[in-house]
């Protein structure tokens, strides 16, 4: 059984999610509509990729073709269900998984091997850094 999955962080990054999920496929980059990626802390001091509602806005990433090892294996890296949940939107009438955290966080900015991380799956996925840029603009690096 597969499933889709969504990524919009450090899970763009092919040669980190083929390391973690054996069996998984990229297919091609989309967006998640009415959401903004934003760097969030829970008990930490750095922060990691979130995405928070945001009317008319969009957050470029990668979907993902992912067996259910696959599925567990994120789930242990994503914290889930204790830092993230899971949340499902669809495209063109498929349902899309992605990871978000819903509870109450800070704003703090993601560490630098995180970000490089994050900016090789950008590369990866052919996403426009600019996107990233500005989000970070908000943050003290």
Same mark, same amino acid.
């Given at each position: 059984?597969? #499933? !889709?999955? =969504? ?14 999920? $054996? %069996? *998984? +496929? ?9 959401? #903004? !990626?934003? =760097? ?14 945001? $009317? %008319? *806005? +969009? ?83």
């Amino acid at each position: 059984m597969t #499933k !889709l999955y =969504f990524a919009y962080g450090s899970n763009l990054n092919h040669s980190q999610m083929k390391r973690r999920c $054996k %069996d *998984s +496929k990229y297919i091609k980059k989309i967006f998640l509509k009415d959401f #903004k !990626l934003s =760097f969030c802390s829970v008990r930490r001091s750095h922060g990691v990729a979130n995405v928070v509602k945001k $009317k %008319d *806005s +969009k957050v470029p990433g990668g979907l993902w073709k992912i067996s259910k090892s696959d599925e567990r294996a994120l789930d242990i890296y994503e914290g889930f269900p204790t830092l993230y949940t899971k949340d499902y939107f669809r495209l063109n009438n498929e349902k899309i998984m992605f990871y978000i955290i819903k509870r109450k966080y800070s704003f703090k900015s993601p560490q630098r091997l995180y970000l490089d991380t994050i900016r090789k799956g950008y590369k990866d996925c052919d996403l426009d850094l600019e996107y990233l840029k500005k989000r970070l603009s908000y943050y003290v690096l």
